[in-house]
């Protein structure tokens, strides 16, 4: 699909991986719908895009809410046209092991609101914006992409059994849809990071970053715009559907 002139809808776009993925669709001609949960993130990302001549709009959105998702892309199509790509990007974490233990006596476990909140917004979100992405395309009659963010950690990761689910569901939903969704004209494709250079990852302890880094192949973390070239990649090549691109660097959990 030539992304030029198309609508393309980005969750958490207006910082760290989404907003990446906005300023390379951005450049190649797409007209962009940040969706994220602050207005004044999405105002400055706004900005931010339209001093390098490029076209966006922010819509504030809860993705784990139905209310506000479905009213977000009734929003986007009012203001910009029915959307022929989204990127379900948006994310957290909320990391704890499922229990510890020390000497048979169990001192922590995982709470279930942990559990809930990582789940409401990294699967149910999606669920929720790619329901509302692919009935926008169908009812506008035109083909259209869906490109779901999922992780390297969608094999397993200790201490994540939350996102680790997550993101395994992320991309289950990817092969599902491309079965389901291919007869209106409509793709899908997953890409599965590793870790990259962003916010997250500069909060964490350098020793832990070097030593995370070490683990690499390629001896360095990713930096964002490899994310959004692989989403680039899902969005313009035709007979791509329904698989999965892992970009780690090598990287295997």
Not at 77 to 95: F, H, K, L, M, W
Not at 174 to 184: C, D, F, G, H, M
Not at 211 to 238: H, T
Request: charged share 20%; glycine share 10%.
């Amino acid at each position: 699909m030539k992304l030029d002139g198309r609508v393309i809808a980005i969750t958490g776009g207006a910082r760290g991986l989404g907003y990446a993925v906005a300023l390379r669709l951005g450049q190649q001609g797409a007209r962009l719908a940040l969706m994220d949960i602050s207005a004044e993130v999405l105002d400055e990302a706004v900005s931010k895009l339209a001093r390098q001549g490029i076209e966006a709009q922010g819509v504030v959105v809860d993705v784990a809410d139905e209310v506000s998702v479905v009213q977000a892309f009734a929003d986007i199509a009012e203001r910009q046209g029915p959307i022929s790509g989204c990127v379900n990007n948006a994310g957290i974490t909320d990391d704890a092991l499922m229990v510890k233990a020390k000497e048979g006596q169990v001192e922590a476990r995982m709470s279930l609101a942990s559990w809930q909140r990582v789940i409401d917004i990294n699967l149910t979100g999606v669920f929720l914006c790619g329901r509302e992405a692919a009935t926008q395309m169908i009812e506008a009659g035109h083909e259209g992409v869906i490109v779901n963010i999922s992780s390297i950690s969608k094999a397993g990761n200790p201490g994540q059994s939350n996102y680790a689910a997550a993101k395994a569901g992320v991309h289950a939903l990817t092969v599902t849809w491309a079965s389901e969704l291919a007869r209106y004209g409509i793709r899908t494709g997953t890409v599965a990071p590793g870790f990259v250079d962003t916010e997250m990852t500069a909060s964490m302890r350098p020793d832990m970053l070097e030593r995370i880094a070490s683990r690499v192949p390629l001896k360095r973390l990713g930096e964002p715009d490899n994310i959004a070239q692989s989403v680039a990649f899902v969005m313009e090549n035709d007979y791509f559907s329904g698989r999965i691109i892992e970009c780690d660097g090598g990287l295997r959990l």
